[in-house]
């Protein structure tokens, strides 16, 4: 063997190590530097960007571009090529697990490369040549045993069976060396170590685009969508005297996408897309039965059916559910609650001069059906992991002045706020609001649900401690409607609910105040100072003068119909039923029918007293006759029992004769309860 030979078979602890420690010494790969520039950048509010960029077609046809590995399966899922005379033949890459893939044709494992004694053991019965302490030995290895020599720890021992056939044995110390006289099993050695360092640095994926029909040195276009951070919006708003406000709507967004962006073209879309995810960068195993083995003669298999899939095709045609993302029209953000903070304006003192913010370099912005989309004036350069703050909207917007409190509150004071109509042109994404009042200054925060163009938001900062507001609830209920039909009473009562709000109002100064009175399932509202509704409250608007007091009346009403059998009623009910009919002649039968009802009610009620009475006696008879069996014969007692139990013989007979006659008496009052009825 030459000494190239030698040098190459040389494989020691010391070296394994070192492949190990030098791999992992290694920062992420970064993206390669040729993957063409980035043209332009469309965000969207559901954490995707849409990369539009240029890359350079190899003198091979093929387009390589480096992927982080963790975009690699939104990659797949949406990487299009554009501007090209040729077609695409398809893409690939290498696969999601190169060192387990690699290891599986080896004969050892990665943790077998670990030390020498690992490494020999997996190549039992290859032939090398060990030094350690001095002494050398050559030949195929047998094996590898722990052993034990006194107090010292223990030796792992080779034993290889050389050239003569003679069994020799070595103990390994740290010293130990390994040249591998197997050219093919260096090899392998060698492979692995090499797929140990590229796996330790496994951080991207070159994928590889092959294309038809294109010329060498020619850049095509490549659109992806990838994950992205959402992009924020901050608002300004100033509000002045006229009813007016000048709003200033900044967008923060950050570059987190693995490479610097040099003079990008940015445009965000304030829509929230159905955006999924799949693991097509994995492998994945259908789940087989295992058969057993038969071994069993005479297999006579059974007859083919045909293949049913050719006789019926299912339509092929599946829409898909996800919308693209990000899209020029995406769905809309859902809205927020507002949200109140900050401190009262009385209470802020600020300087009177009048408050002026400068002019933003406002996007072009466009509406679609579901969606706004800002884009950015001229490009960008941003370095990745920075943020970008610029705006994107600066109008001048009507705004009102108003309290806000709504019913249930545990706070008696209303929470004042700016009402907010967008006649911008194009719909406000949702964001944080900083609020400035142009002769005090700041005057607090709020949060800004999505504004559709047109639309009118209230903008929640603080808390109007002049103005005090309290609720009072009466309920009332009335018979609509009375209805008798084969002898059922069909009644209609309605149901009032009224709500009354007392605003005390400020002492040094007219307010507006809205109220929000909750929506109630199944009933109907009304109010005279009714202003709109939300998807849960109604509104009421009133403007209250400096020291005085106004109320706010809100009236809940429903109809709820209720069936009663006329035989069975009570005589109160039929009382206030004839108490609230129209009619003269049902008013009349109703009460003759609560009469005749009360004598029914009393016969039963009486019938039911003598029943117990009788119980009660029965209950005594059965105590009198157990004492009879238990006293002795022709004795006082027993005499005494014996009378009694004949006296109470005779109560029961009294008692039963009332109750037969009270229970005629019962009887014709029900038929003339009966007949009451079959006239109405």
């Known amino acids: 063997m030459s000494s190239a ?22 920062p992420a790969i970064s993206l390669a530097a040729d993957n063409g520039a980035i043209r332009a950048i469309t965000l969207s509010s559901g954490g995707l960007a849409e990369v539009s960029r240029s890359a350079a077609v190899g003198s091979d046809g093929v387009v390589r571009l480096e992927v982080p590995l963790d975009q690699v399966d939104d990659m797949l899922k949406s990487l299009v090529v554009n501007e090209t005379d040729g077609s695409v033949a398809g893409f690939s890459l290498a696969g999601p697990q190169p060192l387990e893939e690699t290891f599986k044709g080896l004969p050892f494992t990665p943790e077998a490369l670990s030390s020498v004694p690992s490494l020999l053991t997996s190549m039992q019965g290859a032939r090398v040549s060990v030094t350690s302490g001095g002494k ?14 006194g107090e010292s720890a223990p030796v792992p021992l080779l034993t290889v069976l050389d050239k003569d056939g003679a069994v020799e044995t070595l103990a390994l110390g740290e010293d130990a060396s390994v040249r591998i006289e197997d050219a093919e099993m260096r090899a392998k050695v060698a492979k692995a170590a090499a797929a140990i360092a590229r796996g330790k640095n496994d951080g991207s994926r070159t994928i590889d685009i ?53 003079g990008v073209k940015l445009t965000l879309t304030s829509a929230e897309p159905v955006t999924l995810k799949q693991g097509l960068h994995k492998l994945y195993w259908r789940q087989r039965q295992e058969v057993p083995v038969n ?56 300087p009177a001069a009048p408050m002026q913010i400068a002019a933003g370099s406002a996007a072009n912005a466009t509406e679609s059906d579901i969606s706004a989309t800002f884009e950015l004036p001229g490009t960008y350069d941003l370095a990745n992991g920075d943020t970008l703050s610029v ?77 005090s507001i309290s609720e009072q609830q009466t309920p009332t209920e009335e018979i609509a409607s009375l209805k008798v039909s084969d002898g059922v009473m069909q009644t209609i009562v309605k149901y009032r609910q ?152 005779d109560q029961i007979a009294a008692v039963g004769e009332k109750r037969a006659a009270m229970q005629k008496d019962s009887d014709r009052l029900g038929s003339q309860v009966a007949e009451l009825i079959r006239t109405f």
Request: hydrophobic share 40%; proline share 4%.
């Open 5 to 26: 030979t030698e040098s190459e078979g040389l494989f020691m602890l010391k070296q394994v190590s070192a492949i190990l420690l030098l791999s992992v010494a290694f």
């Open 136 to 149: 050398t030995i050559e030949g195929s290895i047998l094996g590898i045993e722990i052993r034990k020599a």
């Open 210 to 262: 092959k294309l038809n029909g294109v010329k060498n040195g020619g850049d095509i276009g490549l659109t992806y969508v990838v994950p992205s951070p959402i992009w924020k919006t901050a608002y300004k708003v100033v509000t002045e005297e006229n009813g007016k406000a000048r709003l200033q709507a900044w967008t923060v967004l950050e570059n987190a996408s693995g490479e610097d962006w040099k």
């Open 295 to 350: 071994t069993a003669s005479n297999i006579v298999p059974d007859l083919d059916s045909g293949d049913l899939s050719n006789r019926q095709r299912l339509s092929s045609d599946v829409e898909e559910r996800a919308a693209p993302a990000p899209a020029k029209a995406m769905m809309g953000g859902a809205s927020r609650k507002a949200a109140a903070s900050g401190y009262m304006a009385d209470e802020l003192e600020r």
């Open 391 to 467: 705006p994107i909207v600066d109008a001048e917007l009507d705004a009102d002045m108003v309290d806000m409190y709504r019913a249930g509150s545990s706070f008696p004071n209303p929470i004042a706020a700016v009402m907010l109509k967008n006649t911008t042109g194009v719909s406000m994404p949702a964001g944080i609001l900083t609020l400035y009042d142009s002769k005090i200054g700041y005057i607090g925060d709020s949060q800004l649900s999505a504004l559709p163009k047109g639309d009118t938001r209230l903008a929640s900062f603080a808390t109007d401690r002049k103005v």
């Open 498 to 649: 009224t709500t009354t709000y007392t605003v005390s109002g400020a002492l040094d100064g007219e307010r507006t105040v809205i109220v929000e009175h909750p929506i109630r399932d199944g009933w109907s509202f009304s109010s005279d100072e009714s202003f709109g509704k939300t998807a849960t409250h109604q509104r009421l608007k009133t403007v209250v003068p400096a020291a005085t007091e106004k109320t706010l009346t809100a009236v809940d009403e429903q109809l709820q119909s209720n069936s009663y059998a006329l035989v069975d009623a009570e005589p109160d009910m039929l009382l206030g039923w004839s108490a609230s009919a129209h009619d003269k002649v049902l008013v009349d039968k109703l009460a003759n029918l609560a009469e005749a009802r009360k004598k029914q009610v009393a016969a039963q009620n009486d019938l039911e007293s003598f029943d117990n009475e009788i119980e009660k006696l029965t209950n005594d008879q059965e105590r009198i006759r157990q004492n009879i069996g238990a006293v002795p014969e022709n004795s006082d007692l027993k005499k005494r029992y014996l009378k009694a139990l004949a006296n109470s013989e």
